[in-house]
């Protein structure tokens, strides 16, 4: 495996983004990252190559968020209340904006895990399909498909359109 200084500078960022997708807590996705290159550190002989070693330390990444939350006896990775808000133009208009938004987002909430786990790691993790289908472990082609259902299913407010 690559010298892990030369693994963190390319891929610290990666880890970075993917982790604030899932818990969209910055400090929380900086301590989780420093702790997912720990531990590829510490399992670096293991790393066999079959995949990228982007993909590896997002699934090294992905098993500490879920240590996390089962720590935290959390259910969800974000709610809505976690979302930050921003100031809209007008009390009015900003107003409209955030309620558009929070619904937007209890209905992401809302789709079952592999569902709002793509959304999440493509609209906020800003991971490109096959990077998805690594960290999930399907294909690409799975993870354009299924982000694409979640896009049509958002649209029509949670379900889906039957025409």
């Not at 929380?28 to 550190?41: D, G, I």
């Not at 309620?99 to 789709?111: C, N, P, S, T, Y």
């Not at 959304?119 to 999930?136: H, N, P, Q, T």
Request: negative net charge.
């Amino acid at each position: 495996m690559e010298d892990m200084e030369q693994v963190y500078r390319q891929h610290a960022r990666t880890v970075y983004k993917f982790l604030l997708a899932q818990c969209r807590d910055g400090h929380l996705a900086e301590e989780l990252t420093q702790e997912t290159f720990y531990q590829a550190v510490r399992s670096a002989d293991r790393f066999d190559g079959s995949c990228k070693v982007s993909v590896w330390l997002c699934q090294i990444a992905k098993h500490l968020w879920y240590q996390h939350l089962r720590k935290q006896k959390r259910k969800a990775p974000v709610s809505p209340e976690d979302i930050p808000e921003s100031p809209g133009p007008s009390a009015e208009e900003g107003l409209l904006e955030r309620e558009g938004r929070m619904d937007l987002l209890r209905l992401v909430h809302d789709l079952p895990e592999p569902q709002r786990e793509v959304v999440y790691l493509r609209a906020f993790g800003g991971l490109s399909f096959r990077e998805i289908g690594d960290v999930v472990g399907r294909t690409e082609n799975w993870a354009r498909v299924t982000f694409y259902r979640c896009k049509e299913k958002l649209r029509n407010g949670g379900a889906y359109d039957e025409e």
